[in-house]
């Protein structure tokens, strides 16, 4: 999946709503039920958990990766960012972003990203596990949790019955839909919505959203839909 448009980093500057955002519901669970109801095919699939944090011993914090593979090391004028990847897991890539920034003495940003390409029962309880993992020692409830996942449809089922299975398993309410008018763009509409099912959201002009469904058609004449909370922070 590549990396987020120009209008998903604006977005993403709007202020965050929500209590913890490890809710009983999981985002991810939900998106591959509605994959399996429909019979998509599921392409690929994303989280990425961010949070600000305070540490007085940042470096200690930072060899706390050691056992993992150190990908990368770069220094601007701002920060120190390590990334290191956990290259035992098989069933998914785990990515760790540590970034120390010189403007403090304690503050430090981590990002994990956790993405796959299949799913199944034996990647679910590994999933769980990792995140399980992740909740007791790195994030705390304040973290702030993106999820997306990318299905395609064979045209096998028409799109609007897919469309209306997705608003009606996700209960979306203030939902707004944009279609594309640039006759060379694949993209054939989006959509935004609110969900309860889980507390995250963002709040646009005193409207809660925290799920936006992006539509395209590939060259193959296949239908692909991404779907992500509480936005898509991929290109589509």
């Known amino acids: 999946m590549k990396k987020s448009m120009v209008i998903c980093i604006i977005i993403l500057s709007l202020a965050m709503n929500g209590a913890s955002p490890y809710t009983e519901i999981d985002p991810l669970f939900k998106f591959t039920e509605l994959a399996e109801a429909e019979q998509l095919e599921i392409t690929g699939w994303e989280v990425t958990i961010k949070e600000t944090k305070q540490l007085a011993n940042r470096e200690a914090y930072v060899n706390k990766f050691r056992n993992q593979h150190l990908v990368a090391m770069t220094e601007d004028e701002n920060s ?56 007791k020692e790195m994030f705390t409830p304040n973290a702030r949790i993106f999820t997306c996942i990318e299905l395609i449809d064979g045209g096998t089922i028409e799109s609007s019955m897919i469309i209306e299975h997705f608003l009606s398993s996700l209960e979306l309410l203030h939902m707004e839909a944009q279609g594309d008018n640039v ?34 058609e590939l060259d193959t004449g296949d239908l692909k839909y991404m779907i992500g909370t509480p936005i898509l922070i991929n290109e589509y």
Do not use: C
């Open 183 to 216: 006759q060379s763009s694949r993209l054939k509409n989006i959509i935004y919505g609110y969900t309860p099912l889980w507390n995250e959201s963002i709040n646009l002009d005193g409207i809660p959203l925290n799920i936006q469904i992006a539509t395209t």
């Open 80 to 135: 120190i960012n390590y990334v290191f990847e956990d290259r035992n897991n098989l069933d998914m890539k785990i990515q760790y972003n540590v970034i120390i920034p010189f403007h403090s003495d304690e503050q430090i940003e981590l990002i994990t990203v956790i993405t796959g390409t299949e799913w199944d029962e034996n990647i679910k309880r590994n999933y769980t596990n990792t995140i399980a993992d992740l909740k």
